[in-house]
């Protein structure tokens, strides 16, 4: 019997369907779905796993973190053990009768790893059975008979690649977030999550915090105009300076302004607006947020279009369409879509299809594209926005580009220049079917050399330099990408980890005072983890195992010494560490103003030392006793908000697998959803817990 094995339940239910001409027989082998198929003259058997089967961990004799010195985690051991037993059993179930195993998981590191991981499991009870990989890029008919028509051979490297990744990680992670829990005392559900990836990450938003908090604005003076034709056609113009840095200056334009102004010169040019490149994933997550898509949705709903059939594999570097997709036919299954027919056509309709390009080309998977036509009625309203998305950039990717029309007209009032600017698309093209490209046409009227105009008004405006802004997770994930942060498949969950630890929130992202402290720690004491650097070289690394070129024994060997030198740095450290992250971490628990007339104290989270629940009290106890329930779940994060219902603070749980939601402490709030509803601020009489 053949063994088919996918990455998930859905991807093995859809691959046995394919093959089989939808004869599938299905059974539960330790209550894991098996789908028994006949695919060319032969029994087969195809099961999903849940991503990894298996995990890498250190033996239990090194899990007690008060007794084990975290820098003894640097040459421990590793076990790999299982995540889904069920699994696992399944596995060796069928390892009896199989004689073929072909893997048939996502094709890249954590993909390989995955079936070479299932391989193994069989392979302990069943060392006979050959093994091959069906590699694909969509889940559709066409790509998956082709798969499985010719499979290939598992790439050893690309798993060890993604191996390395695992033990390195693991152990970083272990290592930096013992030491730094410990020394700061927050352990257990507080402790403070370290890694190598994770920090640098973290120090990027830390540093975009500090750049604003200490940036220092500088005023700036502008003069504009409102001018009028003898047409009575109305625009505006600036002066060429665009901003005075002395007012005196400015004044003195603005005096001399009088009530016409000449054309001096007009000038008109067009250019050509070139059609965006395809998705790759870093693409794909940029342009969701702009959508209001966070990163780790992005991913999520991409994975499941994916899984269904409807879009591409959606972890890929590549921005260069290969020569095999049929671009055109492609087009052509999006002709059932009526949102997409008219733009469809207009694809189709060209003598040549020239599709644009990125600056990524890889031969492992294509960019992302639609596979198959989906009915927005059939789909999720989140599944349908990004579906949408993707099938937009598509088709922007084959139309021509779009042409724009600029005029830039000279006018002369009182002896200064002031310059007026309009445009206009002329040619729409792709522009016109992807309403996610924001242009607003500026007019101006048709202007001639020496035309006189009448002056309607001036502006003498006030205005101060502004900070950079903050990260959004979209250009998080691609500013992680230029410094070689992560991976493809990775970088999403970094930022989710920042989130769901408490180092930073919102969209952008704001870090948290612990974020601040930890990152400020670790630059003076080890420098080498706040900086992209050595995680770049780390990723260069496993590239290099990949390509044959290295082997993770010596990756693993020369990351355990760059721990080792850090670590040395981070005693050195100890207690400047642990009083500066218990200082910031007080300060994170700081919700807001006590809200009891004439009480000037803070209102905290605490914990009751006799029931261990926490709770929201007043530090001015035992003068005010003001205190407030909270969930016994989930992560608590201050906000620094006031209910816009009651004003009291408002703080965020986040609690894994849900979506954050924030929550007004005040039980009695009006504005306040039933199904969070905290008990109202009440008075205490015992002494709450410190």
Not at 234 to 259: M, P, Q, Y
Not at 297 to 310: C, D, H, P, Q, R
Not at 446 to 453: R, Y
Request: include cysteine; aromatic fraction near 8%.
């Amino acid at each position: 019997m053949k063994v088919i094995i996918s990455e998930k339940e859905i991807a093995a239910k859809r691959i046995a369907a394919i093959l089989s001409g939808n004869g599938v027989k299905e059974e539960k082998v330790y209550g894991i779905p098996v789908h028994y198929i006949k695919y060319a003259g032969k029994d087969c058997a195809v099961i999903g796993l849940k991503g990894h089967i298996l995990q890498v961990d250190f033996p239990k004799e090194y899990s007690n973190w008060f007794k084990v010195d975290p820098a003894e985690l640097i040459d421990a051991p590793i076990d790999k053990t299982p995540i889904h037993k069920s699994i696992v059993q399944a596995l060796k179930k069928l390892a009896d009768t199989v004689d073929e195993i072909v893997i048939a998981t996502d094709f890249d590191r954590e993909g390989e790893l995955i079936g070479y991981d299932a391989w193994q499991v069989i392979d302990e009870k069943n060392k006979t059975a050959t093994v091959k990989r069906a590699r694909f890029s969509a889940i559709t008919p066409a790509d998956i008979n082709q798969a499985f028509a010719k499979p290939g051979k598992i790439d050893l490297n690309l798993a060890f690649a993604g191996r390395a990744r695992q033990d390195i990680d693991l152990v970083w992670g272990a290592v930096l977030t013992r030491f730094i829990s410990l020394a700061s005392y927050q352990v257990k559900d507080k402790f403070l999550s370290v890694g190598r990836v994770q920090s640098p990450t973290l120090t990027l938003i830390v540093d975009r915090e500090l750049e604003i908090l200490s940036f220092v604005p500088e005023p700036y003076w502008v003069v504009n105009l409102k001018l009028k034709t003898a047409g009575g056609e109305e625009f505006e113009a600036t002066h060429k300076k665009k901003k005075f840095l002395r007012k005196d200056e400015a004044e003195k334009v603005f005096n001399k302004i009088g009530d016409n102004a000449a054309v001096i010169d007009v000038a008109e040019s067009t250019r050509k607006i070139a059609p965006p490149a395809p998705f790759n994933t870093t693409g794909l997550i940029v342009a969701a947020n702009s959508i209001g898509f966070s990163a780790v949705k992005t991913i999520n709903v991409a994975e499941s279009l994916y899984m269904n059939g409807f879009i591409s594999y959606p972890r890929t570097d590549n921005t260069v369409y290969p020569g095999s997709l049929n671009l055109r036919e492609t087009t052509k299954i999006l002709q059932q879509v009526p949102a997409f027919n008219a733009a469809s056509l207009e694809v189709i309709r060209q003598e040549k299809i020239n599709p644009s390009r990125g600056n990524k080309r890889s031969t492992d998977h294509p960019p992302i594209y639609p596979t198959s036509a989906a009915q927005k009625t059939a789909l999720s309203e989140d599944d349908w926005k990004l579906y949408e998305l993707v099938c937009r950039r598509f088709i922007a990717t084959l139309l021509p580009a779009a042409e724009l029309k600029s005029v830039t007209a000279s006018i002369d009032a009182g002896g200064e220049t002031f310059i007026a600017n309009g445009s206009n698309i002329i040619k729409s093209n792709w522009i016109a079917h992807y309403p996610y490209f924001k242009h607003e046409d500026v007019f101006i009227p048709e202007l001639s050399k020496g035309q006189i105009l009448k002056i309607s008004g001036k502006e003498f405006l006030d205005k101060m330099t502004k900070p950079p802004g903050r990260y959004s997770q979209g250009k998080l994930v691609e500013k992680m990408e230029d410094l070689g942060l992560g991976t493809k498949s990775t970088r999403h969950t970094i930022i989710q980890t920042l989130i769901s630890r408490g180092y930073a929130k919102s969209n952008p992202l704001i870090p948290s005072e612990k974020g601040i402290a930890v990152i400020k720690m670790l630059k003076k004491h080890a420098e080498r983890i706040s900086t992209p650097d050595m995680t770049a070289e780390l990723e260069n690394d496993m590239d290099g195992i990949a390509s044959g070129n290295e082997t993770k024994e010596e990756v693993i060997e020369k990351s355990k010494k760059m721990l080792k030198e850090v670590m040395v740095n981070l005693k050195k450290g100890k207690e400047e560490i642990s009083q500066e992250i218990k200082k910031a971490v007080n300060e994170d628990n700081v919700v807001g103003r006590c809200m009891d007339p004439g009480c000037e104290g803070n209102l905290i989270i605490r914990t009751s030392r006799k029931t261990r629940k926490r709770f929201i009290g007043c530090n001015a106890y035992p003068a005010c006793t003001k205190t407030f329930s909270l969930p016994q779940s989930g992560l608590v994060l201050t906000t620094k908000d006031a209910c816009k219902h009651c004003g009291f603070p408002v703080v965020r749980i986040i609690t894994k697998g849900r979506k954050p939601w924030d929550l007004c402490i005040n039980g009695e709030c009006k504005g306040k959803n039933e199904k969070y509803k905290s008990s109202a601020g009440k008075k205490h009489t015992k002494e709450p817990a410190d």
